[in-house]
């Protein structure tokens, strides 16, 4: 398998027509802003376009599962959910502005944005065996995801960012007790979420090199 693959993640806002133009964008600004900070603290380009699309590129396409939960625990902080398909695959050109770049992992990740229906998380790969493991089981991720409720995701987004501090300093960033911060971490699962993220970690990582 090539050694060139990258994640491409291809995202929209849902239902954004329905928010009213100032909440619109207020919204947007927070989008800006939370792919900067992830942009800053991972190598990772991205590009705002039509409105309330973005496309996500990344150099560790590891990464991919993580940052695209990242993007949706955030959104869901702010009662507001957005889909997003992700890709890894190669890429041929990455160009100044990430929209117009081209590739496999481009192709795979705009299709099948274009082919989700009630579905929030769709994964796609040029390898067979990460399709086979994590096109179906990212699913249940989506699912879980769509349960939480605001302060949940909030919770859980900040403590998959920060998973080596303690509940007492992770309720510190969030202005929340340890035994509140606890006890939402526990409703939102936190801990099958983690091994979730790092099985897809480092299956990826690994580049399928698995038995099928």
Do not use: W
């Not at 802003?33 to 973005?54: C, K, P, S, V, W």
């Amino acid at each position: 398998m090539s050694n060139n693959l990258k994640a491409v993640i291809t995202g929209d806002l849902v239902n954004s027509r329905q928010i009213n133009t100032d909440e619109y964008s207020e919204v947007l600004n927070y989008l800006k802003e939370l792919l900067h900070n992830l942009a800053q603290a991972r190598e990772m380009r991205f590009d705002i376009f039509r409105g309330d699309e973005f496309q996500v590129v990344l150099k560790d396409p590891a990464e991919s599962v993580f940052i695209a939960s990242i993007i949706r625990l955030s959104l869901l902080s702010i009662k507001v959910d957005v889909r997003q398909s992700i890709a890894v695959a190669e890429i041929d050109d990455l160009r100044s502005k990430v929209k117009s770049s081209t590739g496999q992992a481009f192709v795979l990740s705009g299709q099948n944005l274009n082919n989700m229906k009630s579905e929030l998380f769709a994964f796609a790969s040029s390898n067979n065996v990460l399709c086979k493991h994590l096109s179906p089981t990212i699913s249940l991720l989506d699912v879980h995801l769509s349960s939480l409720t605001p302060t949940k995701a909030s919770v859980l987004s900040c403590y998959l960012q920060h998973s080596d501090e303690s509940h007492e300093h992770i309720g510190k960033r969030l202005d929340k007790g340890r035994v509140n911060t606890t006890k939402l971490l526990n409703a939102s699962h936190y801990t099958a979420v983690k091994s979730y993220l790092d099985y897809v970690y480092e299956l990826i990582r690994l580049k399928g090199e698995i038995s099928e």
